[in-house]
């Protein structure tokens, strides 16, 4: 959804609340793309501050489809979307900036765009179907929540390889 700034710019006091929909089925984020479980709305307040400088202002909860990084089984994650933005007139006239929010274009906010950053700022670094998953066997791939394999999982520290190889000749 594309919102147009200019009159809240303009207009010294004018603040609005609206809801905005995230229109896309799926969340663009590296390294691939996520899928929303259920449709993404959030309350957005536009407030001007003073004269040429406005406050975008929005909350919610992204429900998202992703797979468990121990044991690959898919899970469903949320993503809290919160953003506090604070444009001003300069900002908009200089479209292109490097210093200027990617989802600001000119005098109009991509609230898609909006959205994707606060997600990807607030994406879950490791993914988790339930906090204590074992994962899956290194050895067989076995799914280790649903019980142990019985493959020998002992892997020695290659750190300590050197004080194995003394150990073993003053064994002979």
């Not at 479209?95 to 898609?112: C, H, I, R, S, W």
């Not at 076995?142 to 999982?153: A, P, S, T, V, Y």
Request: glycine share 6%; aromatic share 6%; net charge negative.
């Amino acid at each position: 959804m594309q919102l147009n700034l200019t009159e809240y710019l303009e207009s010294e006091g004018k603040q609005k609340t609206m809801t905005v929909s995230y229109e896309k089925e799926t969340l663009d984020l590296w390294p691939t793309p996520t899928a929303l479980s259920e449709p993404f709305q959030m309350e957005l307040t536009i407030q001007n501050l003073k004269k040429g400088e406005i406050l975008i202002k929005g909350s919610g909860t992204l429900h998202c489809k992703a797979q468990c990084d121990r044991c690959l089984k898919d899970c469903d994650i949320e993503i809290p979307i919160d953003t506090e933005e604070i444009i001003t007139d300069q900002m908009a006239k200089n479209a292109g900036d490097p210093e200027n929010p990617g989802f600001l274009e000119g005098y109009e906010v991509d609230t898609d765009e909006m959205i994707e950053e606060a997600a990807a700022e607030n994406f879950p670094t490791k993914i988790l179907c339930k906090e204590d998953c074992k994962g899956i066997c290194k050895v067989c791939g076995k799914d280790l929540n649903e019980g142990d394999c019985g493959c020998d999982q002992f892997v020695p520290d290659p750190r300590m390889a050197a004080i194995g190889e003394i150990f073993a000749k003053s064994q002979k």
